[in-house]
């Protein structure tokens, strides 16, 4: 895909998936601004898109706080002054209920996955170029869960309602979809000297027979952004390899409920 020329904003960019698409919208001829609290990871990144040729300029800052949001926004407008796409990649998790996951961790979650990304939707939205794409990461959590999970869960669950209301309020002006992704091992995007230890069990209970990887939600983002696929609109696609497709009860394919409290 090109997107020579395109201004791609990206949050939690630093690490992980955020840093697969940094890399990626930069490969691809993009103009790269990410945020992210990891100063040294997000220089590191920085670093070595420019030392592949990509344009890309790093903020260091906690998108939790309003003002480092305006900062962050003020700085990339007055570099590139309009936007063609913003990515809100960043989330993590205070665990949950189990855990005592306190009441200001639990929004702490909640500003970080849901408040930031509206807030961005908000100022970037009178810099917004014709043909304008907001792509959410949500997750497959947001839909299904393991124990002790809430922080996280409730923050998917969010981030894809506001996509879904966003994508009404925004309509004619910016398009707006979701990506949720399943089990993506994002660990050579942490560790450059990383070798997978998937089990065979790991691979095959995915319906696609492996585990996934940051280039798998990557490509699914920038399809989301290409103008031609502009009829996506509002939408959520999960990226799963079929895991929550696959029905489990007592005793299928080996597996037993061994303990439920």
Known sequence: MNFVGKVC???G???????????EFAKNGAKVAFIDMDKEAGEENLAFIKSHGGEAFFFHGNIAEESVLRNFVDMVIEKYKN??????NACLS???ILSKC???????????GVTAPYMLAQL???YF??????VNISSTRAYMSQPDTESYSAAKGGISALTHALAISLAHRVRVNSVS??????????DENYVPQHSEEDKKQHPSGRIGNPKDIARVVMFLCDEENCFINGENIIVDGGMTKLMIYHNDYGWKLEDIK
Not at 102 to 108: R, V
Not at 182 to 188: A, C, F, H, K, Q
């Open 9 to 11: 904003v990206i949050t």
């Open 13 to 23: 960019g630093a690490k992980g998936i955020g840093r697969c698409l940094t890399r």
């Open 83 to 88: 936007v063609d796409y913003l990515i809100n």
């Open 94 to 96: 205070k665990k949950g």
């Open 102 to 112: 306190s009441y200001d961790d639990f929004n702490y979650v909640l500003r970080v």
């Open 124 to 126: 970037f939205l009178p």
């Open 129 to 134: 170029n014709k043909g304008a794409s907001i």
């Open 181 to 190: 992704p399943g089990w993506i091992d994002t660990g050579e995007y942490y």
